[in-house]
């Protein structure tokens, strides 16, 4: 059965090389948010203008775009360029990620821009550009898994949160191959896997580590390879020489059996590949976790084989294209860094200004956050498609630093946790209401048609940033139009490393996506990375030593336990759209956090109790979920939740040093009964919109 909303027209499913045609429930249930109650469809802003706890009101766009121009003049001439900042979204298409990075740098000559991919894909896209010169979350085809006779997946449960990948995976598992997973719980992909290795949250770099100690020693070790397609190896067999297989037992809790029994699967296989996701990456040492697992990869010789090598996978929509053209604070479009003097003369010129009027690199995300309010830091900061106050962690302090600012404006479709504490909130269209790309975890560019028009009084966000920079006096540096800004786009990526020249909306079209880099209309793009050379100047693939180094929470008397976070099935990210959707709500409305039945049994918790955890930033309430697929020391949390049940109230802030990745997955915590099942959930639904309401007061 297909259903639509009433104003969007019915679309046959095709046969795509990527989903091959399937969606998970966040895709099959998203037409219901086209039309949802709490769709914001006019402009809102403050009655008491400066004073955020006085209610919103409908206002015209007129009203609206003025008062954010206004507050950006203000600040401007009092704290100059750097007082105002910029905060993207993932979620953004290619057109619209790459045209908030130029308005940042052209509009408002700010070098305070980044964006929510620095807490998801930061430390994997550093390691990769260390070791490969490149970064794209996947090197070949997702296809190519089903070929692959050996996969090791480290903090990843595809089954769960990326149902339409899966397939992939179990077409390899239905003909043989060998899946080891790496999780601390026993998920729903480590059930099907051939070995399950649970470590202590945070050891998985020692684990890596002692994998590679093991094949050097049982000479797996592929001499030939590393000798004419690598660098830097002598360093890191040094460092791994002290990570004996019971070293490593005694601080993952993998046993030697399964470390060894790990290797041979993978040194064995006719091909192999090794693929980190968030549970790897996201800690204080997220780069150096990456790149022990890129060095065990080409250790093996496996980057650049047919069906091997090594990948991340990509969490959010637009994860890999959001951060290839422009958002993150230290790059300009094509991937290119900002500091090089090269590219800012090469981007400059397609933008029609000089080099020196554009700004150096900026700060990270959580690093501009906690600047908010001080000499250097943003006064003034404009957010799209971002829910900061449910995503970052140690949600209070991030309150605390929006609350510092002088004006907060957000663009969103729904009024989100950290809508709700702006002065301005601009509704924006949804997926099915605009035309534009997105360049999915493989690198492959895809089209994203417009099905339908977004309500009356809808703007979508490249009109508004247009609208913006002509009010600022730079307007004739924008448009509107997704075509014209792509076409730009392009330009400004040729020779640069993610060189999307050769792409257009035809080409795209035609094939089914291009994958970059694609330098010219008759190049054909490029499935597959590495086959001849790495994208280094001298075209070898990186070792490069790492160590392990502890989280920087251990557990202790007062935080006995380890807190790990993450996604599951039914929700995506900061739920500001998929708590709202009606059939995801019917079968998890209720945030639960898993719990060993031991650990349960001590506490004296029963299933579907409400429980209390408590780090040293916060607390949160969850029902219990008992299962003995969780260690006992570790307890689980989804981080979808806002208000009562945000996981986010108690994560650790702590930041890898090269990446700025926040340490989301390991933190040291409390646990407490606070209540039995027949009480109230720890999260209701959102509370509707205000949008209705400030309409009818009007």
């Not at 899946?179 to 601390?184: N, W």
């Not at 050379?533 to 557990?555: L, M, S, Y």
Request: proline letters at 8%; hydrophobic letters at 40%; glycine letters at 10%.
């Amino acid at each position: 059965m297909r259903v639509a909303p009433p104003r969007a027209p019915l679309i046959e499913p095709t046969d795509f090389p990527t989903n091959r045609g399937g969606l998970c429930a966040k895709g099959w249930s998203a037409p219901e948010l086209l039309d949802h109650p709490d769709r914001l469809t006019t402009p809102l802003v403050r009655t008491e203008q400066g004073d955020r706890s006085s209610p919103f009101r409908a206002a015209t766009w007129e009203e609206a775009l003025g008062l954010i121009v206004d507050a950006i003049r203000r600040s401007l001439r009092e704290h100059g360029p750097p007082g105002v900042g910029c905060f993207g979204g993932g979620g953004l298409t290619n057109e619209k990620a790459y045209q908030f990075g130029k308005f940042a740098r052209v509009a408002l000559g700010t070098p305070h821009i980044d964006y929510n991919g620095r807490f998801c894909m930061s430390s994997a896209a550093t390691a990769a550009n260390r070791a490969f010169g490149i970064d794209r979350g996947l090197p070949f085809p997702l296809a190519d898994v089903a070929d692959a006779r050996a996969v090791l997946l480290v903090g990843s449960n595809p089954a769960d949160t990326m149902p339409p990948a899966m397939q992939y995976f179990d077409a390899g598992r239905a003909v043989g191959a060998a899946h080891i997973v790496v999780d601390p719980r026993r998920s729903a992909t480590a059930r099907g896997s051939t070995l399950h290795l649970q470590p202590t949250p945070g050891t998985d770099l020692a684990l890596a580590n002692g994998l590679l100690h093991i094949a050097i020693r049982a000479g797996n070790l592929d001499e030939a390879y590393v000798a004419d397609r690598t660098t830097g190896f002598d360093a890191v067999r040094a460092g791994v020489a002290a990570w004996w297989p019971d070293r490593v037992e005694r601080l993952t809790g993998v046993s030697t059996a399964d470390l060894r029994r790990t290797v041979e699967l993978l040194a064995t296989a006719p091909s192999a590949m090794i693929l980190t996701a968030r549970g790897a990456e996201q800690h204080a040492n997220g780069t150096d976790t990456a790149q022990a697992y890129i060095n065990l990869a080409l250790a093996l010789g496996l980057p650049g084989r047919p069906y091997s090598g090594y990948g991340t996978i990509t969490g959010q929509g637009n994860g890999q294209g959001g951060r290839e053209h422009g958002q993150k604070a230290d790059q300009l479009p094509g991937y290119r860094r900002i500091d090089d003097p090269a590219a800012r003369a090469h981007v400059a010129r397609v933008w029609g200004i000089d080099p020196d009027e554009l700004p150096g690199p900026g700060v990270s995300a959580m690093e501009l956050l906690n600047r908010i309010g001080t000499d250097g830091g943003v006064h003034v900061l404009l957010v799209l498609a971002s829910n900061i106050v449910v995503s970052a962690p140690d949600r209070n302090r991030v309150r605390d630093r929006l609350a510092a600012l002088d004006f907060l404006a957000v663009s969103d479709i729904f009024l989100s946790e950290t809508a709700a504490l702006a002065d301005v909130v601009l509704p924006t269209a949804q997926w099915a209401e605009e035309e534009g790309t997105m360049t999915n975890l493989e690198g492959r560019v895809i089209r994203r048609r417009q099905v339908l028009p977004p309500p009356a009084g809808v703007l979508d966000d490249l009109t508004v940033l247009a609208l913006l920079a002509d009010r600022l006096g730079r307007g004739r540096y924008f448009s509107a139009d997704p075509r014209t800004v792509f076409e730009e786009l392009r330009r400004a990526s040729a020779g640069g490393i993610a060189d999307y020249a050769g792409i257009s909306y035809e080409r795209i079209d035609a094939e089914d996506g291009v994958f970059w880099p694609c330098p010219a209309p008759d190049h054909p793009g490029t499935p597959r990375l590495f086959a001849e050379r790495f994208a280094t100047a001298d075209g070898r693939a990186r070792f490069i030593r790492v160590d392990h180094r502890d989280p920087a929470e251990q557990p202790d008397a007062e935080y006995p336990y380890v807190l790990t976070t993450g996604r599951i099935m039914q929700q995506y990210q900061s739920g500001n759209q998929t708590r709202r959707a009606r059939s995801l709500k019917l079968s998890a409305d209720d945030p639960r956090v898993e719990l060993h039945p031991d650990l349960a049994r001590r506490l004296g918790i029963g299933a579907a109790d409400l429980v209390e955890l408590r780090t040293r930033r916060g607390t949160a309430v969850f029902r219990a979920d008992l299962t003995d697929g969780i260690r006992p020391d570790t307890v689980f949390a989804p981080f979808h939740w806002g208000g009562a049940a945000s996981a986010n109230a108690l994560t650790d802030p702590t930041l890898d040093p090269h990446s700025r990745m926040p340490a989301f997955k390991v933190c040291a915590v409390a646990v407490r009964r606070v209540g039995d099942a027949a009480d109230q959930p720890a999260a209701r639904p959102p509370a509707p919109s205000p949008t209705l309401r400030s309409r009818k007061d009007d």
